[in-house]
């Protein structure tokens, strides 16, 4: 018992008190921070493998990027990563950061859709579907529901069937072989619904965006309430990102 008792001691807090504010170590890629120093924004423009920068201004789309970090390697001066992990959105342009521009990115409370708050503050329920995923964003899922993040605590859940889901999780970027089972989960999900985006792949299509192994078609006939960007997404990015969809809470 002493020995239980002392490992216990050793071990300290398993979870996280607070993930609004908990800090992540400086080697994590968060928010970029671009700055208007002159380069040679041609070199930045081809080293880039998955064209998520553009010029005029210099910008990084980060449900593009896959936070590779070449850029800020390359180019320094021009870019870095700050620890910011509060990158989730509801409006696909404010994933996109430009040179001098500072402002956190974060859920539109006008954009989102009031049955929302009203119904899913206390509890959300969700479906996850890996859609031609490579597991990575899987685990950050399941890890967000660890010990650690414990997003259950906040009521949101993972359900084995969309029948008792409140949304669905999409992660990977929708292969052809995945267009009908996503289609087919989605369909039996209860009405009101939310899709969530999780991960370059599922946002942008990733490093396969403009495969013909991919069918996206699903995401051009419903709106998505909630993108997390992240290749693969960090536990407090999503959690964070859940929250300040249906609860307000700001980031
Ligand atoms: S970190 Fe993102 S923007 Fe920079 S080179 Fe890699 S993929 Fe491109």
Redesign the pocket.
């Known amino acids: 018992m002493y020995n239980n008792f002392k490992i216990l001691y050793h071990q300290g807090k398993q979870f996280i008190p607070d993930v609004t504010t908990a800090k992540v170590p400086g080697i994590f ?1 968060g928010r ?1 921070i671009i700055s208007k120093v002159e380069i040679d924004e041609n070199k930045l423009l081809a ?4 064209d ?2 553009s010029l005029k201004p210099v910008s ?1 789309d980060l449900g ?9 390697i390359r180019f320094p001066e021009k ?1 870095q ?1 700050s620890t910011d992990y509060k990158i989730s959105t509801n409006e696909r342009d404010n994933l996109i950061v430009s040179e001098g521009d500072d402002t956190p990115i974060g859920i539109n409370p006008a954009k989102v859709r009031t049955e929302i708050h009203k119904l899913f503050k206390q509890s959300l329920k969700l479906r996850q579907v890996s859609a031609g995923g490579d597991n990575s964003c899987e685990w950050e899922l399941n890890a967000a529901n660890n010990v650690q993040f414990d997003m259950g605590r906040f009521g949101i859940e993972f359900v084995a069937s969309p029948r008792h889901a409140d949304g669905i999780v999409i992660t990977g970027p929708i292969t052809e072989n995945m267009a009908e089972p996503l289609q087919i989960c989605y369909d039996a999900t209860p009405d009101p619904k939310i899709i969530v985006l999780v991960g370059t792949d599922a946002i942008s299509g990733g490093i396969f965006a403009g495969s013909e192994a991919l069918n996206r078609s699903f995401l051009d006939k419903y709106p998505v309430d909630l993108y997390i960007p992240g290749n693969p997404a960090h536990p407090l990015t999503i959690i964070n990102g859940l929250l300040d969809l249906t609860r307000k809470v700001k980031g």
Not at 47 to 50: G, I, S
Request: hydrophobic residues 45%.
């Open positions: 890629r970029p080293l880039c493998p998955v998520a920068i990084i593009k990027c896959t936070f590779c970090g070449e850029c800020a870019i990563f």
